[in-house]
């Protein structure tokens, strides 16, 4: 039946009257009334027992993990308060699936007539059907988990990368010309005093690869007392 004018207007009248709370500890209660698990949102509904262990991962990270500037410091942050949530998704889920088992042990009745070993088979059966919940809440609960670790392992990721770009950064610059690579894996048995095409033929002698600048050189090359020539053969095209 459809609520009639008189009963709107006095619906009306009564919700002005609740204007919600107005001091600030009674908005703090308020805000807390919604809190269930804590394993949503940015950290500011966690409990409290919660919240102080984010900080003293947080601090444990951040001596481990050694972040530079806000930004990674944000990500051990990021990554203390995912690990927690994981956790406690799991802690969760423990206690859920215990209180399942105990309740069926306890409420197990074997059917009439099965042998003690049929009986005990059944209700290991019970107990295994048991440690599966498929309720709406547990369901959740593993979504609010493997979130968390999703958001842990990114975080890590993350900093992994930004140490290494910071590592690139800072790295000295590779030699000037590939000559310079290739003398400096030469040097311990080279002479400085060679020429390029003595050079080029140590270099095959030592199966050290050619710098890019001479392996096109006109010049022959002299290998075990034989000579290679750039000789094209077919027909020409």
Known sequence: MPASAARIAANQANAKKSTGPKTPEGKERSRRNALKHGLTGAGIVLPEADAAEVERRTAAFAEELLPVGEIEEALVRRAALNSVRMERGADRQTAALAGRVRKVEAEFVAPEGVSPEEA??????????????PSKEATLARKYEAAAERGFYRALKELRQMDRALEAAHRP???ATDILAAQAALASISCPEMSDDEFDAFCLEMDVPLPPSR???PALTASAGQFDLPITVGRPR
């Not at 005990?120 to 919940?133: N, S």
């Open 120 to 133: 005990a088979r059944l209700k290991d059966e019970a107990v295994r059907v048991a440690m599966f919940d």
């Open 173 to 175: 610059p590779a030699p």
């Open 215 to 217: 392996r096109n050189s």
